[in-house]
């Protein structure tokens, strides 16, 4: 099934898995939601990426939605080569963390003050600790399928990677823990009523992704998105936004606003980094000043703000111009497009594109899909046969089926048209199979 992985991509994995748990650092790149041995790949550029066999293929990955611009793009890289000159990290300030910051707050009102911190995971888990700080309230709420990183207390009902992992929840964390985590249905406000009309008192904050992007993409219905920031803020809890993916993907800033939330914290990660490992919370400076050094929730980082990734960060934000979105908008548009065409011409439906922006969900299923089951009752196994053929064919499609497809700037329709016919053979590849 998975004879397109080259000889070298199989003998590093096998060495790997010698050293490295799994063989991986991330449990989605070992390809355990689509069965064989992962790609390892050598270098990028662009719209494409290539591996140690020599092999060619449409990145539609993106480092899980953070290459933006796509594979080392020059100005970032280039800044990155001149920073790196001058110093690696100084544990102290540098003036290109506020640097970052200014052009950040400039593009999302919410925040008045922000923290860097070096991954999606951290920023969550500091904007809850400090939204507990702040309410003095112990219990969050999040959303089945909704990921916000691996900390403990977010690894319930999570989404993707821990779902294609067969582990709905994690070993090793306390129930304890988890007990201070509700669990309420994406898109259904009737769920997080029933959980404010029962522990409203105690919900420090709502953490939500203003368009699901860790169960496949699943939008909000309209309406949602203002009835959750409602019901929050009539019981004192906080909204907070993680828009780890969606923040200055789907626009230039965050999405939440446009689409009637009110987030009082936002997180941030992936494409503010350009590819380096830099995230950020914020809010409201009341919110925010709860955070040390100026109030009493301690939250710190050896590598936080480190003036490389800064300037990753800043290069990505200057290349982000209203032409490269609306460019990003017609790519994306031709992609859905070409899929949805090659699943019709052989017949190989159900099959469903859920699209917001530069993010694609792919479903083995009829649509609409509006929360977790729903996307868990999609065919995956018709997704993996899909992913392999098309993987042999050149396009790298995410290795599980409930993650998102993400078109970086650095693709146009001419790479689009190009892999039609690759996909074309995956969808028929299908209808052989259940023939
Ligand atoms: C990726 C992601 C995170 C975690 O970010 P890491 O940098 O992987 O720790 C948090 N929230 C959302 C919505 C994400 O997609």
């Given at each position: 099934m998975n004879r397109g992985v080259g000889p070298r991509s199989r003998a590093l994995f096998r060495r790997a898995s010698r050293t490295l748990v799994g063989g991986?650092?991330?449990?989605?790149?070992?390809f355990a939601a689509v069965g064989g041995s992962p790609v390892f790949f050598a270098r990028g550029r662009g719209a494409y990426l290539v591996d140690e066999d020599g092999r060619r293929y449409l990145d539609l990955v993106g480092s899980w939605g953070a290459n933006l611009l796509g594979n080392a793009p020059r100005s970032v890289v280039g800044a990155v080569r001149r920073t790196a000159s001058r110093?690696?990290?100084?544990?102290a300030p540098s003036a290109l963390e506020h640097e970052l910051g200014e052009r950040l707050k400039d593009a999302v009102p919410t925040l008045e003050r922000l923290r860097f911190v070096s991954s999606g995971t951290e920023a969550v888990m500091s904007a809850i600790r400090a939204a507990r700080g702040r309410t003095g309230r112990s219990k969050i709420v999040k959303f089945a399928g909704?990921?916000?990183?691996?900390s403990d207390g977010l690894?319930?009902?999570?989404?993707?990677g821990v779902a294609a992992g067969s582990l709905p929840d994690s070993a090793g964390v306390p129930r304890a823990i988890t007990r201070e985590t509700l669990v309420a249905r994406y898109n259904d406000p009737d769920s997080l009523r029933r959980l404010f009309e029962r522990w409203g008192e105690s919900i420090a904050a709502v953490v939500v992704e203003?368009?699901?992007?860790?169960?496949g993409v699943v939008p909000p219905l309209p309406g949602f998105l203002a009835a959750l920031s409602d019901l929050a803020h009539r019981s004192g809890a906080l909204v907070i936004a993680d828009?780890?993916?969606?923040g200055f993907r789907?626009?230039?800033?965050?999405?939440g606003e446009t689409l009637g939330l009110r987030p009082d914290l936002v997180t941030l990660g992936k494409v503010i980094g350009g590819g380096m490992p830099v995230a950020a919370y914020g809010g409201r400076r009341a919110v925010m000043e709860v955070v040390a050094p100026v109030g009493p929730v301690y939250q710190a980082g050896?590598?936080?703000?480190n003036p490389v990734a800064m300037a990753a960060g800043i290069a990505t934000l200057a290349a982000l111009t209203a032409s490269r979105y609306r460019r990003l908008e017609e790519t994306s548009r031709l992609l859905e497009r070409v899929l949805v065409e090659a699943a019709a011409e052989v017949r190989a439906e159900p099959f469903t594109v859920q699209r917001a922006g530069s993010m694609l969900g792919l479903f083995?299923?009829?649509?609409?899909?509006?929360n977790v089951e729903e996307a868990e009752r999609t065919d995956r196994s018709r997704y993996a046969r899909f992913f392999h053929v098309a993987l042999d064919r050149g396009i790298y499609l995410p290795?599980?089926?409930?993650e998102t497809a993400f078109v970086s700037m650095a693709t146009g329709p001419a790479e689009v048209e190009r892999a039609a016919p690759a996909f074309r053979a995956a969808f028929r590849a299908l209808r052989e199979d259940s023939s």
């Open positions: 991986v650092d991330s449990p989605v790149r070992s110093g690696l990290s100084f544990g909704g990921y916000h990183g691996h690894l319930a009902r999570a989404g993707s203003p368009v699901a992007g860790n169960m828009e780890v993916i969606t789907l626009r230039r800033g965050t999405v050896t590598l936080a703000g083995f299923a009829p649509g609409p899909i509006t290795p599980s089926a409930l």
